[in-house]
């Protein structure tokens, strides 16, 4: 690709996602702030699905989602709530739910950013994460994910079979929703394990393997710059030491892609590799399927 193809791609991108945010609409264009390839992104159509806005209520907030759903369901689906990463609910999040639809499922993606800030309102990932990431604790996304699943129940999902998956920051939000007592099964893709301790995010997934309720996938990346192996290590490390007593624990695992970067599964970076991201796009939907909520 050579240097103005990618510029005019980037621009054109950037006037997508504003357009988006002008419409007030989630899932339409890429976030200016990731960089996109627009020519690697994966396109699902619409049809036989039914997919858009929702607006789910949190208390008397209105909390916006995009959700997607077979179109001709019988009978209540299983459901997978799909947590975005710092870039919020664009295109490619939008598109992730309208797989799980192809596949039987009722998709949410929350918004979960939306009462900090919208992201396509900065240039750089600092500034996302200074400016909307920050000021969106854990305990507020965990009560709006229960939130999304009380929505859910009310209009078609069935809540004896709830999943949550996420990307980066996503990932470490499905290892925390794991110790909710709605959710049967987590796959958390290249999600941050430790950290410094804060006020909003007072417990990392390593602190919270003898809670797990229910088993989490990690899918991780051997080449990813900012998850260090070590860190995956003490993830497993803290696992084996709940398993005694935390069945959830112990069923939980760890898969490690050598070679492979941050953001993998991300079809619209250059980030994504095409092999780990299909397999592990496969033992998402096999733990799902092993663990009950398929």
């Not at 997919?51 to 997607?68: H, N, R, T």
């Not at 229910?214 to 696992?239: K, W």
């Not at 898969?255 to 941050?262: C, K, N, S, W």
Request: glycine letters at 10%; hydrophobic letters at 45%; one cysteine or more.
């Amino acid at each position: 690709m050579n240097k103005n193809t990618q510029n005019s791609r980037r621009e054109f991108i950037k006037t997508s996602a504003a357009s988006a945010t002008a419409l007030g609409t989630l899932g339409v264009g890429f976030v200016a702030a990731s960089d996109p390839v627009a020519a690697a992104a994966i396109e699902t159509d619409f049809r036989g699905i039914k997919a858009g806005e929702q607006m789910i209520p949190v208390g008397s907030f209105q909390l916006p989602a995009y959700v997607s759903r077979p179109a001709n369901a019988k009978g209540n689906l299983p459901v997978i709530i799909v947590v975005s990463e710092i870039f919020g609910v664009h295109e490619y999040i939008a598109d992730v739910t309208r797989r799980f639809a192809k596949l039987g499922y009722l998709a949410i993606a929350p918004e979960f950013f939306t009462r900090a800030g919208d992201p396509n309102n900065y240039g750089t990932i600092a500034d996302i994460l200074t400016n909307v990431v920050a000021k969106t604790p854990d305990a507020q996304v965990l009560n709006d994910l229960q939130a999304a699943l009380v929505w859910a129940g009310k209009n078609g999902g069935d809540l004896k079979r709830v999943g949550v998956t996420g990307f980066c920051w996503g990932g470490r939000i499905t290892w925390l929703s794991a110790t909710l007592p709605q959710v049967k099964a987590g796959v958390a893709w290249y999600g941050r394990l430790i950290g410094e301790k804060t006020e909003g995010n007072p417990r990392h997934p390593v602190d919270v393997a003898a809670d797990l309720k229910a088993p989490v996938l990690g899918l991780y990346g051997g080449a990813d710059a900012g998850i260090s192996l070590e860190s995956v290590e003490q993830m497993r490390a803290a696992l084996a030491q709940a398993a005694a007593k935390n069945p959830a624990a112990k069923a939980s695992m760890i898969e490690v892609y050598p070679d492979t970067p941050h953001a993998f599964h991300a079809d619209y970076r250059e980030s994504y590799r095409a092999g780990p991201a299909k397999d592990g796009w496969e033992k998402c939907l096999a733990w799902f399927k092993k663990n009950g909520v398929a």
